[in-house]
């Protein structure tokens, strides 16, 4: 089992700002930024390079809810970062999007 799976079901507690049968959105335990919620698919997809015809929509899903998260948080602008694999910085190996905003970000990623 992977840490956001345990999240996903209960085993390890988050602070959730939204849920629904397909996904769950959190906070991050180690904001980089004002507001940063953690999104993820509900089924276990290891990265970006894992999506295919069958777990895509939990992706179009995940972008469809997006700006309601961003605005339930009190923001329109934000930022939305996926790594995919280690040597991008993917430290849980669970498809994930990373909300950032609250402040002015910049125009440089990293």
């Given at each position: 089992?992977?840490?956001?799976?345990?999240?996903?079901?209960?085993?390890?507690?988050?602070?959730?700002?939204?849920?629904?049968?397909?996904?769950?959105?959190?906070?991050?335990?180690?904001?980089?930024?004002?507001?940063?919620?953690?999104?993820?698919?509900?089924?276990?997809?290891?990265?970006?390079?894992?999506?295919?015809e069958?777990?895509?929509?939990?992706?179009?899903?995940?972008?469809?809810?997006?700006?309601?998260?961003?605005?339930?948080?009190?923001?329109?602008?934000?930022?939305?970062?996926?790594?995919?694999?280690?040597?991008?910085?993917?430290s849980?190996?669970?498809?994930?999007?990373?909300?950032?905003?609250?402040?002015?970000?910049?125009?440089?990623?990293?």
């Amino acid at each position: 089992m992977c840490l956001f799976c345990d999240i996903i079901d209960g085993k390890i507690p988050s602070t959730k700002v939204f849920e629904d049968d397909m996904i769950l959105a959190f906070k991050d335990i180690n904001p980089v930024a004002p507001v940063h919620i953690v999104i993820v698919p509900k089924t276990h997809i290891d990265c970006a390079n894992g999506i295919n015809e069958e777990n895509s929509k939990y992706v179009a899903h995940i972008f469809e809810k997006i700006p309601e998260i961003a605005k339930s948080q009190g923001i329109e602008s934000y930022r939305i970062i996926n790594n995919c694999g280690e040597d991008a910085g993917q430290s849980v190996m669970h498809l994930h999007f990373h909300l950032v905003g609250g402040v002015k970000l910049g125009e440089k990623i990293i």
